[in-house]
């Protein structure tokens, strides 16, 4: 049975950065085509995908915030860990972490997700 | 071109059938997966590979591309298909990932 579950800070202060963690069961990320990827989505608002990485330790990034995003993976802990730098109000969303079992061109599990709220 | 653009709001009656698009010139050389995503709700994949869908989908959810347009089609809509529905793909390198704004389908 395949699961994922995002757990990091329900709060953070504008500046800061937010780390949160994907711990995930089920599949191993080293078997080839299997990706996890970060997806956020404000109150109301649309998905956005932000950052990918794959059995082969690759990394892609949302192009905007590129510069503000780092993904890694632990695959002796069956994590995946996504930082954001300088937290604004306007990242303020619910953060998914999904399994792509398909080279990432689609996200069979989805994490139940982690509301973050900017706010000082 | 890293955007999908979707309509974003759609109404059917129960038990007809609708057509819920996604444009992008990306998906003229890579595959489209759907989203369905109900209020509160993690998304659920619908459709991936252009027309297969995993496992616990009914087959009343198929999906088609034509193009630089990619569709989801629900045959005989229920109430219960009322949600949210995202495309996805990657953009034009290949390497990102995209969704689409998403499309808001109420069922009369």
């Known amino acids: 049975q395949v ?15 937010l780390t949160l963690t994907c711990t ?13 990827s970060w997806i956020r989505q404000p109150p109301g608002k649309a998905l956005e995908w932000l950052a990918l990485i794959d059995w082969d330790g690759d990394k892609y990034y949302n192009t905007s915030l590129k510069t503000r995003l780092t993904i890694s993976k632990d695959t002796s802990k069956n994590q995946v860990v996504l930082a954001m730098t300088n937290m604004d109000p306007v990242d303020s969303a619910t953060y998914y972490c999904a399994r792509g079992n398909d080279y990432g061109d689609s996200f069979d599990y989805w994490g139940q997700g982690t509301l973050v709220t900017v706010s000082s | ?3 999908l653009t979707q309509d974003p709001a759609v109404s059917v009656a129960l038990g007809q059938t609708v057509r819920i698009t996604c444009q992008g010139d990306s998906l ?17 994949l619908v459709i991936y590979r252009k027309n297969r869908r995993p496992s616990g989908i009914p087959d009343r959810f198929s999906g088609s591309i034509s193009g630089n347009t990619a569709s989801l089609t629900i045959t005989g809509t229920q109430a219960e298909d009322e949600a949210d529905y995202y495309c996805n793909s990657r953009d034009s390198s290949g390497h990102q990932r995209v969704f689409g704004g998403g499309t808001k389908l109420t069922v009369l």
């Open chain 1, 3 to 17: 699961t994922l579950r995002e757990s990091g800070p329900a709060l953070v202060k504008p500046t800061q950065t």
């Open chain 1, 24 to 36: 995930f069961s089920g599949f191993s990320l080293t078997s080839s085509g299997m990706c996890v």
């Open chain 2, 1 to 3: 071109s890293s955007e």
């Open chain 2, 28 to 44: 003229r050389s890579y595959f489209a997966s759907w989203y369905q995503q109900k209020p509160r709700q993690a998304p659920i």
